[in-house]
């Protein structure tokens, strides 16, 4: 069947020939939590996801991590993709934030998709022109942008019905802070009257405050 590929944002006009490589690959589901790959680990294949988000995080030498991109539907791996035509390892893990639908295209078939499909060759690189980009959006905001400014947009991005359930030291990995420097904001945010926090969750209270704060560039 090629019910995936249809669904595949990107691959839906890709040549007959590869089509017919990729209709023998079957989707698999993964539970949230689920590790996809490790530091040091080489790269076996090229993931689509086809629905959910993966995380992919860098730990540094103090043991800090950092969020450094999200892979959702029509999304690519940058460290994969590099893995794949470069032979570098992976520098960072990949975590499943969500339950995710996925396929998993072997490494071989993966390079003879690069070199005989047009179609799949431009799905592979722009994705990752804008995978590139959103990184050097976060290089930016990381070197440029206050850590209220992140935080309040970090809050607005994942926010659901008002409410971000995330913790303190996941939404500083989000934001490329300590966890305690969050700890800090988000108690003068609540002061402010800007949200509340519970335990695991932050209530957003003024939305408007928040989007003022999040455009702030120093």
């Known amino acids: 069947m090629t019910g995936w590929i249809e669904a595949a944002t990107g691959l839906d006009r890709i040549e007959a020939a590869a089509r017919r490589r990729l209709a023998r690959l079957v989707p698999v589901t993964l539970d949230r939590g689920t590790a996809l790959f490790h530091p040091g680990e080489a790269a076996k294949g090229f993931i689509v996801v086809l629905a959910g988000r993966i995380e992919v995080f860098l730990t540094g030498p103090s043991g800090r991590d950092i969020l450094l991109y999200s892979v959702e539907a029509g999304g690519s791996c940058v460290q994969t993709t590099l893995g794949l035509l470069g032979g570098e390892d992976y520098t960072g893990e990949a975590v499943a934030a969500t339950e995710v639908r996925a396929v998993l295209i072997p490494r071989a078939d993966f390079l003879a998709l690069m070199d005989t499909s047009?179609?799949?060759r431009g799905?592979?690189?722009t994705a990752f022109a804008e995978r590139m980009q959103g990184m050097l959006h976060l290089?930016?905001?990381?070197?440029?942008q206050r850590v209220e400014s992140r935080l309040a947009a970090a809050l607005l991005d994942?926010?659901?019905a008002g409410e971000v359930?995330?913790?303190h030291q996941e939404l500083a990995t989000a934001i490329g802070s300590a966890r305690e420097v969050v700890s800090r904001r988000l108690d003068a945010f609540a002061r402010s009257g800007l949200v509340a926090t519970?335990?695991?969750s932050v209530i957003l209270r003024d939305s408007t405050a928040l989007a003022r704060l999040a455009a702030v560039q120093d």
């Open 158 to 160: 994942r926010a659901e």
């Open 118 to 120: 047009p179609a799949f």
């Open 198 to 200: 519970e335990r695991g």
């Open 123 to 125: 799905f592979v690189f």
């Open 165 to 167: 359930r995330a913790t």
């Open 139 to 144: 290089l930016e905001r990381v070197a440029f």
